[in-house]
């Protein structure tokens, strides 16, 4: 083979006594599509940054084209020839299409200035050149995100790249847009460039990718060629499991229960639109049962969950719990009148970070706790006591600060701030989404026992098979709409993944 | 590069937590051996009812910065109290604080509404309310220093209680409510769930908007005071030097005392003690001959170390 | 959310900058200004639209548009300059102090100054990472307590000889104008070039509208923050020359409330105080209405110069709030 485009040697990097990144090495060959997967917390993010010149490394040593190299900042590294393209997409909005494309490195005329007509020309005819045509002169933030993303990859390849990484490119774009983009990694795979694709989606790895690095606690557990990996094998040395062991328990831990929908809802939203993200979709949710929500992202999943707590502002629609209703709808009304939410976004809406552990579960609860505007610490005791036990929250102490903990324990406290509430609708948005796999069987297992014990929930994941383990009726949801509802045995992933896509055929959005 | 990086928080760490108490410490030392009448109670007496006002407007400050907000408009809002009291001092003594204090919670009203009901800035929009209040301040005063000699006000500005000056006693009422009330109270959790993760705080269902407009209410109020205090103490209104710049102080005694800018944490024990070390400072300045300017360039040259090192904090 | 955008290619002949400089929503700085302008000709009639009192405004405008220009800069890079009154006292008595040694050190000893603060400034923010508003402030301070230190305490007013090429200068007028307003003009337009036309320019746009983004993009960041600053600072060291040029004299105590004054203009022009959009071209129109309204304020014979001040704190917040709510529905 022929020298490596860039060659990470045996590299560690650790913060504040955390080893993030222990020996490792990575070789990336021009041509060559390698992906780069591992569960959230595996050191992914601490390598590109590594690589990339954001973090120095603390050992180890990196070589881009057969000579030694260490980037002080990530400009050093793109002047190189080394660009990335991150999961958030990295432009800046409010400027035009062709400023974003060509910023920092503008066409100049012979007096030092801009020369904007010739950078509009050449911005048009460089997308033209991925097949996307598009007014460049039109702010970046009006455009979908798919043609944002792969404005991005432009900007990436205009600059003479040599070595690309990908971090997580699709995560936030629709099948189609997908396509698009995998068509350019092929293109760029064809121009002898050599990409480092960080996803976390399987298939994406065996329809592109060449070889495959998996990273597992800031190591490398496994590099070699896709061909001749099985998905099971990859899957298992991800998450540092015994194959045969997750052939036994299956993908989840819910339990078998499934009771069918009877009597009247706890829960009835009706005809909730919130345009143009929302158009008209009502739930129902009864007590002991769990109601899954499917759909592709933005396909309006959290936008019902916000709209049935109450946080966004809705155009039309009604929510009720037990017939009775609030003059103003916002979350604390819905709490009020017995719903409890825990949000998507664990960080940004979840978590209060400097506030202790004790202070994050009583939040809500709150006015219940306060006698006189005065909080009474031994009542916050018992409940912060009871559900850290019940939950198995693992904490130094209730005072500990909610920031020092893993995502899996934050999770689990946020199911205790909305749990101790004693609500009779929960609804999860994401539940399990970035924690370990231990905490996510737990919370699996905990939310089938909550149904049993009479507890309505609307359970929303973009994992198939949660939804479809979990729930015993699931709604599909496309472009905003309520598109299928599905009862106990029409619930498969096959199916789900039909409605889904005969819905999006129908519209062409 | 990574040697000095492991290091360095160890240091800075130290500093940010208790640094005020160990800086005030070694500034009295120094007093005491080099100052010449330092060490005596009229001096020690004098110092600490100087810091009164600042100490005052800092706590209601540290509030505020514990919703990840400023209030810039503190110093207009103590000029507008002490307009307002020479108006009113007709009807009595007690309304006329009365309507200073109502003045102040009016001020409140209008930057807690702007900050939670119309999104803005909390730097822009407390700027603009400095502004108009300090016009305001002046226009009610026609710009002129208003002297007054009214016996209860003399009493609150300049007696004492058992030996202890009156507005000392009143900073310490002030820090005792604080304390309590973001101890203890359901209030001061609200405040800081407010400010160390807003979207959260509005998720669990907690009234958001009542407590930013709350914490503004009681920054405008406790700057009233202030300013009923610092008038009462002179017997004259100055409303176009009264409150001047005393956000700066006000903030600088935040920082220094621990409290980050990022919001979600209050220190007011360390605010007061934040408060006391600059007037030290100033006072060792001036003791030693120093001119103002000089007090005024150290004073800048304090806040920006302080905010340094507790820059460290808001990024991790 | 459309997939792949079908609007047609385009060679591109007409320029972003004329696109983005007019929007309907920015032209109504303009068109109040126009309005306020008539307002105050029929109501005033010649006592304002007089050629001697539009001379005045012009001259009056011409100090606050230079700061105001390098506000621009600075709340479009996402930050905030409060230093800038404190600036101007401080370049002013500088000049003055400086004039002893001839018009070379006059000019130079506070443009020197300046632009160290400026830097100064600049560092903390950009490199260091503290908040703009708490640095500014603290050089708020710093520079007053430094403008005082040179004028003994306020004891001392330095004054600038009638003979010296400085006050000829500063007191010259061409064309009916006097020299400080076609030094700002001067200045704008080239601040109009480097804005529109330079790469510092356009990364002090990427950079206010997401720091993050702009240096993953490789752009230099921390130097674009920094510059803004000095940029800042230079410009409002240049009004302070011109004023002490003007009055003969440097006085400490000037400029106190100007640095909001001139976040109004910037804002009332309609650039985002979360920086990333806006025009220097807004910024003009921001300085005159605001600088045409006080005149106004002072032609009503019963109001006090104290109302200058009501206004112009009330009219921030106004402008602010209405914009705030625009970018917000636009958003969504």
Known sequence: MSIPALDVRTVSKHFAGVRALTDVSLELFPGEVHALVGENGAGKSTLIKVITGVYRPDDGEMHYLGEPAAFAHPRDAQTAGVSTIYQEINLVPMRSV????YLGREPVNRF???????MHREAGELLAGYGITVDVRRRLGELGLGVQQMIAVARALSTEARVVIMDEPTSSLEPREVDLLLDVVALLRRRQIAVLYVTHKLDEVFRICDRVTVLRDGRVAHTGPVTGTSRLRLVATMLGRDIDQIRRHGATTFGDHRP?????PVLRAEGLTRRPLLDGVSVEVHAGEVVGLAGLLGSGRTETAKAVFGADRLDEGAVTVDGGSARRWNPAAAIRSGIGMVPEDRKAEGIVGDLSVRDNIVLAALPRLTTAGFLSRRREDAIVDTFVRRLRIKITGPGQRVRELSGGNQQK??????????PRVLILDEPTRGIDVGAKAEIQALISELATLGLGVLLISSELEEVVEGAGRVLVLRDGALVAVLHDDEVSEARIMREIAQASEGGTA | MTGTRTARPDVLTVL???????????????NVAFTPNFATLTNLRLQLVQVAPVAIVAIGMALVIGTEGIDLSVGSTMALSAALLPLYLGYGVWPAVVVALLAGAAVGIVNGSLVAFGHMQPIIATLGTLVACRGLALVLADGRLAEMFDPVLGTLGNDSVLGVPISVLLVLVVTGAAVVAVRRAAFGRRLLAVGGNRAAATLAGLPVNRTLVTV???SGVLAAAAGVLSTARQGAADPSSAGLLIELSAITAVVVGGTPLSGGRIRILGTLMGALLMQLIIATVIQHDLPDSTARMLQAGIIVAAVYVQRGRSRA | MTAVETTAATTGHRTVTGRLWWRPDRAGTPIVLALVLIVGSLVFGDSFA???????????SSYLLLIATGMTFVVLSGGIDLSVGSLLALSGVLTAYGAQWGTLTAVLLPLAVCGVIGLVNGLLIGTAGIAPFIVTLASLLFARGLAFAVADEGNKVHLIPADLALTRLGQARWLGLSAPVWFAL??????VVVLNRTRFGQSTFAVGDNLEAAGLMGLPTARVRVLVYVVSALLTGIAGVLVAAQTQSGLPTIGEGRELEAIAAVVIGGTLLTGGAGSLAGTLAGVLLLKVIQNLINQVGTLTSYYQQVVSGTFLIVVVLIQSRLTRRRMR
């Open chain 3, 50 to 60: 007089s050629g001697r009192n539009l001379g005045n405004i012009a001259l009056d």
């Open chain 1, 112 to 118: 030092g200035l801009i020369d904007f007509r010739r």
């Open chain 1, 413 to 422: 406290v946020l199911l205790a701030r909305m749990l101790c509430l004693h």
């Open chain 3, 186 to 191: 001067v200045v704008f337009a080239a601040a």
């Open chain 2, 216 to 218: 503004y209410v009681v």
């Open chain 1, 260 to 264: 069918a929908a009877t009597g009247t």
């Open chain 1, 98 to 101: 062709a400023a974003n494309l």
């Open chain 2, 16 to 30: 940010r937590g208790g640094g005020v108490y160990p800086a005030i410490l070694l500034l009295l030392l120094f």
